[in-house]
């Protein structure tokens, strides 16, 4: 038996079914930590507790995340830490789980914070800015764009005549924001700072050995353009899951190819100081809370709220050498990004540090399963 998305929850496109399932169809369910996963989905049930506003705002959120209330209250209330057989009771009792079956099959990457060497002033070694917010940047959505204004751009760049389109890549590197006094940090490696765009936040290792983490502030608004798949349509890599790894050294080794084709991709990402975070969790998602590896997901916020208890299973290469290995575990939607687009679509976090990028980079494959759990009948108050 499968139900129309809209039937159970209204952000998925028509026609993607939802299989109501039982818990004990999840391979792995009772072998989860659930108590991890409580914990983790405590924090995004404090957000939507306090109200507190998205750092990056989805159409999901206002559509599908009533159902929540009560439970994330009842989740709150929790006066002691559970055991993990009392927590997966707690989201059996709460929650039904709906097999997600997308056209396309769905796809699992990973992301992570990368750690880099950097300046605050420009020197010869540190010469590629990481750029704050613009004060001039606006979101741009539904409810305020203008007449005749592209839809493919959420932002805009507010001028004395209205909004225009913001900068893109090229327009920036080029030199469009130089002198404005925006520029946070300096990288040594445009390839570095490239990849720190695609995954949203660092931290920056400045000479005095002093830190500086860096989260996502806001972006130009123009579309993502995964530059993986130009090179792969240009024959430069024959395998469809070529890592991360694999391109940066490919662009490295190629400095004016690598100009061409990051170039590809306009869009470009906006940085703010995030030094109060706490130092044992990840960056700040999109959700406006810091992720947690191995429990946070990244996931189309146009189709499912943040919040949303999502059951994950597949096949990954997470052994030390890229050995296969069974991944079963029950994530909570923090974060989402511009690549992140279909019902079944996913980036998992991994941590902070080399070796969770050496990971997140090998990360390119299909779910074997892909659950959301959603609240049963009478348990959204």
């Not at 959420?154 to 080029?174: C, M, N, S, W, Y």
């Not at 469009?176 to 765009?197: Q, R």
């Amino acid at each position: 038996m499968t139900v129309a998305a809209s039937e159970a929850i209204s952000n998925l496109p028509d026609g993607t079914p939802l299989e109501p399932i039982g818990f004990e169809a999840l391979s792995g369910w009772r072998e989860d930590d659930h108590a991890a996963a409580l914990k983790v989905f405590q924090v995004s049930c404090k957000v939507r507790h306090d109200r507190a506003a998205a750092l990056r705002p989805g159409r999901a959120d206002t559509e599908a995340a009533s159902g929540f209330i009560e439970i994330c209250a009842r989740a709150l209330g929790l006066t002691e830490s559970l055991s993990a057989i009392k927590a997966r009771q707690f989201f059996e009792n709460h929650f039904t789980p709906y097999r997600v079956s997308p056209s396309p099959a769905g796809l699992l990457t990973g992301y992570f914070e990368p750690e880099l060497d950097g300046a605050k002033q420009k020197d010869d070694r540190f010469t590629v800015p990481l750029y704050a917010r613009p004060q001039d940047l606006v979101s741009i959505n539904d409810g305020n764009r203008p007449d005749q204004f592209p839809k493919e751009l959420d932002a805009a760049r507010q001028t004395a005549k209205g909004l225009v389109p913001h900068f893109d890549r090229p327009a920036i590197e080029d030199g469009a924001l130089s002198g404005k006094g925006l520029e946070l940090v300096y990288l040594a490696d445009p390839v570095d700072a490239f990849f720190a765009h695609i995954q949203g936040s660092l931290t920056v290792r400045l000479r005095d050995d002093s830190v500086i983490r860096l989260g996502f502030a806001g972006k130009s608004g123009h579309s993502y353009t995964s530059i993986g798949r130009l090179m792969r349509e240009d024959g430069l890599f024959d395998e469809r899951t070529v890592g991360a790894e694999e391109i940066k050294a490919w662009l490295r080794a190629n400095p004016e190819a690598a100009r061409h084709y990051m170039r590809q991709n306009r869009s470009f990402i906006f940085f703010q100081a995030n030094d109060e975070l706490e130092t044992s969790l990840g960056p700040v998602g999109g959700e406006g809370v810091q992720l947690t590896a191995g429990r946070s997901l990244a996931i189309d916020t146009s189709l499912h709220a943040y919040g949303t208890l999502i059951w994950v299973s597949a096949y990954l290469p997470l052994g030390a050498k890229g050995e296969t290995r069974a991944f079963r575990r029950l994530m909570i939607a923090q974060d989402t990004g511009s690549a992140i687009v279909g019902p079944a679509r996913a980036d998992i976090f991994f941590g902070s540090g080399a070796d969770a990028g050496e990971v997140a980079g090998r990360v390119q494959h299909p779910p074997e399963d892909f659950v959301v759990l959603l609240p049963k009948p009478g348990k959204d108050g």
